[in-house]
């Protein structure tokens, strides 16, 4: 089935709904957007694209963002979302690797895709999509909803790439479709006049989430800004009411910090948010909580990959309402449980099943998995083996089913012998009134083999040192775990989706 079809059945059954709106403003009702995809798909196909050709979209968030992706979608073409600041070789890297054709930009990424084209010859077109030309490309005669098979490529994501090229991942519309339907059971109800606000990029998990959203003939809401604001966003929750947004961590903590304009109205959150579905990086029990105190029971978490684009584990909202369960903190560090269409395993080295409580490689399988890296056999040979997506992330179940994320099997941190999980040191150090921000490392030592380096970023105006930091870690974790070495930074390297960079952070050691 085209994923695209969720549109056409949206804008039969709900065809006067609102569909699309920038800011405040409704651009379009489900009936005027089918009308303009079936155009704008109509165009691509002028273009001289054929079903299975890439497009990449290389833009801010943007209203044409979500009639563009639907129109490829409509046209059979391939998607592949990329980050709006990306430099223009790594742009030119990634449009060369997927073979794109054409290349739609926003007036801040125009520059960089016009100097990344050249590197890769397959690059036909550059079009801004707020120039006269991208209008005329959706005026046409409209064309018919493109046959596709549920494995036939929808969006090839790349890989956010902490480290090394990043590789294509390849998402099917029927693993789209997966998305959706997990995104029911174990997220959130979505209503008909509830919306999303797109603050996160499009290009990554806010970008997938249309389509809960679409299923539901909602409205997908994009911020004037094109960016995460914290006051732009708290103004649309007061505007529209069944707010949904995903947000990383790192935005979550950008929202609690941020002086509130609507606490005047006695409420703990503006009026129209509904639920914060956070993930894609760690949440630290410290900052949850915080942002609980803030706002109230709107929370969700997820954990996923692109391979497993959202879906590997859940915590509804009903886990962080639960304050009265005795392993309520517990719960709150987890990811959570299993989403209802995957299988999750803990694994040994050999790809077998480990006992409740030990700590393995994260491995999953189901309809949600990736089909495979794009012309990377050895990749996908290597990721998809034995039938199990392998993650490369570590973690442990408990009796309940919770799973908790330790790190990145690279990030682990092995000293004298013993495993230490930079997260446990993370979420201690995070417990600390005056640390902000906080990141933690393995240096190599000679005797040791490895020893801990923390990155602390203080509160502002704070007076830290590393006594004050030492003593707090020698009441809460075991001594062996504790940092070596305190660096006191301003701030800490992030790459686009605000992970922090640890490749970075080793780098600045000496
Ligand atoms: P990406 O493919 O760029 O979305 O990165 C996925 C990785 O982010 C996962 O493999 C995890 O290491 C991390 N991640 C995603 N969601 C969570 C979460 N809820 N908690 C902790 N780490 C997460």
């Not at 990145?408 to 000293?415: E, Q, T």
């Not at 009441?475 to 960079?501: C, H, M, W």
Request: with cysteine; proline share 6%.
């Amino acid at each position: 089935m085209n994923i695209a079809l969720l549109l056409a059945r949206a804008a039969r059954a709900h065809p006067h709904a609102p569909a699309l709106a920038h800011g405040t403003r409704v651009l379009a009702d489900h009936a005027t957007l089918q009308v303009q995809v079936a155009r704008l798909a109509g165009g691509l196909h002028r273009l001289g694209l054929k079903p299975g050709d890439r497009v990449a979209l290389v833009m801010k968030n943007h209203p044409a963002y979500h009639v563009l992706l639907l129109a490829i979608w409509h046209a059979g073409l391939v998607a592949v979302p990329i980050h709006s600041k990306l430099h223009p070789k790594e742009l030119g890297f990634i449009f060369g690797n997927c073979g794109a054709q054409a290349v739609f930009a926003t007036a801040n990424t125009l520059g960089a895709c016009e100097e990344g084209a050249p590197l890769a010859p397959g690059v036909r077109h550059v079009i801004d999509v707020d120039a006269a030309g991208f209008k005329q490309l959706g005026a046409g005669e409209p064309v018919a909803l493109a046959e596709r098979t549920d494995a036939d490529l929808a969006w090839l994501f790349y890989t956010s790439g902490t480290t090394g090229r990043p590789k294509g991942v390849m998402l099917s519309h029927a693993n789209l479709m997966a998305m959706t339907l997990n995104y029911f059971v174990n997220v959130d109800t979505i209503a008909r006049e509830d919306c999303i606000v797109h603050a996160a990029p499009m290009s990554h998990g806010s970008g997938i989430y249309i389509l809960p959203h679409l299923a539901q003939a909602a409205c997908n809401v994009v911020p004037e800004s094109g960016a995460f604001e914290a006051d732009e966003i708290f103004a649309l929750c007061r505007h529209y009411r069944g707010v949904t947004m995903f947000a990383a961590p790192t935005m979550v903590k950008r929202l609690v910090d941020a002086p509130s304009s609507f606490e005047p109205t006695g409420l703990k959150a503006p009026a129209g948010l509904k639920t914060i579905v956070y993930g894609g990086g760690p949440m630290y029990v410290a900052d949850i909580k915080a942002a609980l105190a803030r706002f109230g029971q709107h929370f969700a978490q997820i954990y996923g990959q692109g391979e497993a684009p959202m879906t590997i584990t859940a915590s509804g909202k009903a886990i962080h309402l639960d304050t009265a369960h005795p392993r309520y903190d517990e719960r709150l560090g987890s990811v959570g449980l299993p989403f209802a269409g995957v299988e999750v395993m803990i694994a040994d080295d050999n790809d077998v099943a480990l006992p409740t409580g030990e700590v393995g490689e994260i491995c999953v399988r189901g309809p949600v998995i990736m089909q495979g890296y794009w012309q990377n056999e050895a990749a996908s040979n290597s990721a998809l083996r034995n039938g199990w997506l392998h993650t490369g992330d570590v973690g442990a179940f408990d009796e309940e089913g919770f799973l908790t994320l330790k790190d990145r099997s690279k990030d682990l941190i092995i000293s004298g012998g013993s495993n230490i999980y930079p997260r446990e040191v993370e979420e201690a150090l995070l417990t600390h009134a005056l640390v902000a921000e906080v990141s933690v490392i393995g240096r190599p030592h000679p005797e040791w083999g490895e020893e801990v380096v923390a990155f602390v970023v203080a509160r502002p105006g704070a007076a830290i040192n590393a006594a004050a930091l030492d003593a707090h870690c020698i009441e809460n974790i075991a001594r062996f775990k504790r940092p070596k070495q305190y660096r006191f930074v301003d701030s800490l390297p992030k790459n686009e989706t605000g992970k922090v960079l640890k490749t970075a952070l080793r780098l600045q050691l000496d």
